[in-house]
């Protein structure tokens, strides 16, 4: 048997993921000869879980932007790559075919070059959604600079941290923008970062707000005018497979976030394998996913996933509900969108704005959804079916995570079985298992455990970025040779998966993913006022998990609303508004066991507002502390 790289009904799928497993190097090699070489690898896979170490491809050349461009200029020049939908729907929208797309990353490229940037150094990307940014991420590729992309919505401190923690030597970024009826700073942001950072020699600034911002004499550049003389061409150059292509931050259970690394070869085999296979993308369709390229969601599956196949992809500057809730559905009966991809809290947020909206469009477009981030419950899957899919189009829930590089469970649009909130089946060259406590594997279905991965997959994280003690321990020390996820799963009676959440101290607000310790370490930072704070989530009607926060003030609060307001303001300035606590309880103690730990368990029960049974609280330090908490939850 061949390994196909578009699968076409279930049975199809039943015996690629056959192959897939039985021999993962041919089913690979396989694949991977449908993109362009340089030069072929010597091997196909080397790997141990141990160190980790973990290379796809081994020895081969690569570009991975000839494999989204050049590679279709000859039979899809003329076809659109590119579709930008403004925020403000007055506004013009941008088409881009192939060929231009190309130019105008070759042009770009040529920018970065001029201002010496080359193979192997960091350029950080903090923009809005504008097709500037495709093109940035693709410009670095070119030459093999590593992007590592920042969601704008992080604050200027964030920004730093990350612009530290790998050395970028520029940044490209734009002068303002345009998010729903708000205006928001961008290079604004950039300049304050950087009075923390030494390593930025170059800003290069595009136009989009046409604001006045400040330009730093001889370190910051518009966009537009370095772009004046360049040349129309820029070589692809040659990568290692294992070369690092992309850094991209992303929240542990412990401290500040970490920079997931992912290689060039193993990247773009999986993403643009996945691509094909869960979205079923004809070559007419259009494509839209409504992720930032901000977070991996973006990187895969609206820059190269799609580009990797010739698709058409769409790319939205705004939100679901500017100017009103009907926008999604509005863009998708402009462009005529095929194949659609968001998250459960986009759904929910606009199911709680009634049907009307979506009523307004016909959608006969559709033929896929798509949902990522975090599991879907059954009446937002519900609503997504009926309303927007009119019943006739199968729904994808695409598990993955930023380590991952691509989607790892999920239907392949119409040939799986659906069930609500389920995720499915793995795709093919993904070996799933669910693990008990001392990390044994559970046969059988009907099963619930740590959802972990016993072998590797092309587009795996390759280590966290300056840091590689780090990754074995996060990822590959809890269980002993395998790939750990922090989520908990179920495999149902049909041996479906579904995804019950983290297991560890990653909470997930609207898709957004924090860690638990990172939010209390910026509570903490206000540390004239806060003495401790524990931070926990819980369940949210839109946001999914909400953002709890039990904290201890040093001296007992006279104006609580006032500080509450400080300590969200603190929250803003070290993360960024999407990390701010949706309640604080102020509190004169913690649970604690007597060696100190303090008993979470206990603080997301209580704040899930169930305090009917909360276990065994005779081992805690100071059991009077739990009625105080219990008496005071909001
Ligand atoms: C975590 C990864 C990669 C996509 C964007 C999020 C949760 C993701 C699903 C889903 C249930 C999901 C998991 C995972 N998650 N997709 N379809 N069903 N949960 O990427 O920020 O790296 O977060 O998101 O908990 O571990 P991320």
New binding site residues.
């Given amino acids: 048997m061949e390994a196909k790289f578009r699968i076409n009904s279930f049975e199809e799928y039943e015996e690629q993921y056959k192959l897939s497993t039985e021999r993962p190097e041919d089913f690979w090699g396989q694949i991977a000869s449908n993109y362009q070489w340089q030069k072929p690898w010597d091997k196909t896979l080397e790997w141990e879980f141990d160190s980790p170490d973990v290379k796809w491809f081994l020895n081969a050349k690569l570009n991975i932007t000839e494999n989204c461009l050049d590679r279709h200029l000859e039979k899809r020049g003329n076809k659109l790559a590119l579709i930008w939908e403004p925020n403000d729907p007055k506004e013009r929208f941008v088409r881009m075919t192939y060929r231009e797309l190309h130019e105008e990353v070759c042009r770009t490229a040529n920018v970065l070059k001029k201002h010496g940037v080359g193979k192997g150094d960091r350029v950080a990307i903090y923009m809005p959604m504008i097709p500037e940014l495709t093109i940035a991420v693709l410009a670095c590729a070119r030459i093999g600079a590593v992007h590592s992309v920042v969601f704008a919505g992080f604050s200027a401190h964030a920004l730093a941290d990350r612009i530290n923690d790998s050395s970028c030597k520029m940044v490209i970024t734009a002068d303002g923008i345009y998010r729903g009826a708000k205006e928001i700073p961008c290079k604004g942001v950039v300049d304050e970062a950087l009075k923390s950072c030494t390593s930025v020699e170059t800003v290069l600034v595009t136009e989009r707000t046409r604001w006045n911002v400040q330009m730093k004499e001889g370190r910051d550049y518009w966009m537009h005018q370095e772009l004046l003389d360049v040349d129309r061409f820029c070589p692809a150059e040659p990568m290692d497979s294992e070369d690092m292509l992309f850094i991209l931050y992303?929240s542990g259970s412990t401290g500040k976030p970490k920079g997931v690394v992912h290689t060039c070869g193993g990247y773009m085999v999986y993403a643009g394998y996945s691509f094909a296979n869960v979205f079923q993308y004809d070559e007419s369709d259009v494509y839209w996913c409504t992720a930032d390229i901000g977070?991996?969601?973006g990187h895969s599956y609206i820059v190269y996933g799609p580009l990797l196949n010739g698709a058409t992809t769409l790319m939205f500057e705004g939100v679901p509900t500017y100017p009103d809730a009907g926008r999604f559905w509005q863009v998708c009966d402009k462009h005529g969108v095929n194949q659609f991809y968001t998250a459960p809290t986009a759904i929910r947020a606009l199911m709680a704005k009634g049907e009307d909206h979506v009523l307004s469009y016909g959608l006969y477009s559709l033929k896929v959804l798509g949902?990522?981030?975090?599991?879907?419950n059954e009446e937002a899957w519900e609503w997504y079916h009926i309303h927007v899919g009119k019943e006739k189009c199968p729904i994808v829930?695409?598990?993955?995570?930023?380590?991952t590089g691509g989607i790892m469970i999920s239907g392949l649009g119409g040939h799986s079985p659906m069930r609500p909130s389920h995720?499915g089946y793995p795709l093919p060259g993904i070996q799933p298992v669910l693990l008990d406590q001392e990390g044994k594997e559970i046969d059988g279905n009907d099963q619930e455990g740590y959802l972990a991965m016993r072998f590797p997959w092309p587009s795996m994280l390759r280590t966290t970025y300056g840091d590689h003690e780090r990754c074995k321990n996060t990822y590959f020390s809890h269980y002993n040779g395998y790939y750990f996820?922090?989520?908990g799963a179920r495999r149902d009676d049909k041996g479906m998966y579904r995804?019950i959440?983290?297991v560890d101290d990653v909470i997930?607000v609207s898709?957004h993913?924090f860690g638990t310790a990172e939010i209390e370490n910026a509570i903490n930072s206000n540390d004239h006022i806060v003495s401790e704070s524990a931070v926990v989530g819980y369940p949210h009607d839109i946001k999914g998990q909400g953002i709890y926060a039990y904290v201890i003030t040093k001296e007992p609060p006279t104006n609580p609303d006032k500080l509450r307001a400080e300590i969200v303001e603190t929250v803003v300035e070290e993360i960024g508004k999407i990390a701010k606590p949706d309640k604080i309880q102020f509190v004169s103690g913690l649970p604690k066991t007597r060696s100190g730990k303090i008993m979470r368990r206990i603080l997301r029960k209580i704040a899930e507002g169930d305090t009917s049974n909360l276990g065994d609280t005779s081992t805690l330090l100071d059991p009077d502390v739990v009625d105080e908490i219990k008496a005071g939850a909001l």
Avoid: C, M
């Avoid at 949902?371 to 879907?376: A, D, L, R, S």
């Fill in positions: 992303t977070w991996i969601t949902t990522v981030g975090e599991p879907i829930d695409t598990w993955w995570q930023t380590e995720a996820t922090g989520d995804i959440g983290r997930n898709g993913r």
